[in-house]
T-cell receptor, first 115, second 113 residues
């Protein structure tokens, strides 16, 4: 069975600084996809970034980037130039190639950005 | 394009009642997945429908059921409600192909008294 672990329940960062959220996963599959979703106080789940396991290059979306270490089964999210609007719960999620549309989520990291 | 919509946004029910939640996917999306979010259990997958067929199912009792219509809209039904069913129910839609990103609706918050 696949599992996703987020070991940091809460983190805080000052505005304009950089923060890294950790995520590890366990799977015997070789073909899968990884996601980071953000859930602000409105509870709307918003996609931040995605990574295909077969791609060696780390995904980047503006201020958000990942460090994908396939051998270590690690998928961390780096937020640069943090903004107050980044305050939210961040969930790491995993999906296999063959179990399409079934996301397995970690327990989340609550990120607080301070002015 | 309009996003995923869910109705109603809030519901209060009593134990033993049943409830039906609705989800309209993004236009062109054929897959709808349902998730339950609680403080204790986190985000858990309920089931997924693609082209009116249940394609994937999580570990929930038979009281939780769903269906999908020909226009890809989906409904989720919970019968004989229990206090523990109080949760935020999220639906997500995608094109339904392998590895496609799921886009979430705003959720339905269900309170069972």
């Amino acid at each position: 069975a696949q599992t996703v672990t987020q070991s940091q329940p809460e983190m805080s960062v000052q505005e304009a600084e950089t923060v890294t959220l950790s995520c590890t996963y366990d799977t015997s599959e070789s073909n899968y996809y990884l996601f980071w979703y953000k859930q602000p106080p409105s509870r709307q789940m918003i996609l931040v970034i995605r990574q295909e396991a077969y791609k060696q290059q780390n995904a980047t979306e503006n201020r958000f980037s990942v460090n994908f270490q396939k051998a270590a089964k690690s998928f961390s999210l780096k937020i640069s130039d943090s903004q107050l609007g980044d305050t939210a719960m961040y969930f790491c999620a995993f999906m296999t190639h063959y179990n399409t549309d079934k996301l397995i989520f970690g327990t989340g990291t609550r990120l607080q950005v301070f002015p | 394009k309009a996003g995923v919509t869910q109705t109603p946004r809030y519901l209060i029910k009593t134990r033993g009642q049943q409830v039906t939640l609705s989800c309209s996917p993004i236009s062109g999306h054929r897959s709808v997945s349902w998730y339950q979010q609680t403080p204790g259990q986190g985000l858990q997958f309920l089931f997924e429908y693609f082209s009116e067929t249940q394609r994937n199912k999580g570990n929930f009792p038979g009281r939780f059921s769903g269906r999908q219509f020909s226009n890809s809209r989906s409904e989720m039904n919970v019968s004989t409600l229990e206090l523990g069913d109080s949760a935020l129910y999220l639906c997500a839609s995608s094109l339904g192909l392998a590895g496609e990103t799921q886009y979430f609706g705003p959720g339905t918050r269900l309170l069972v008294l």
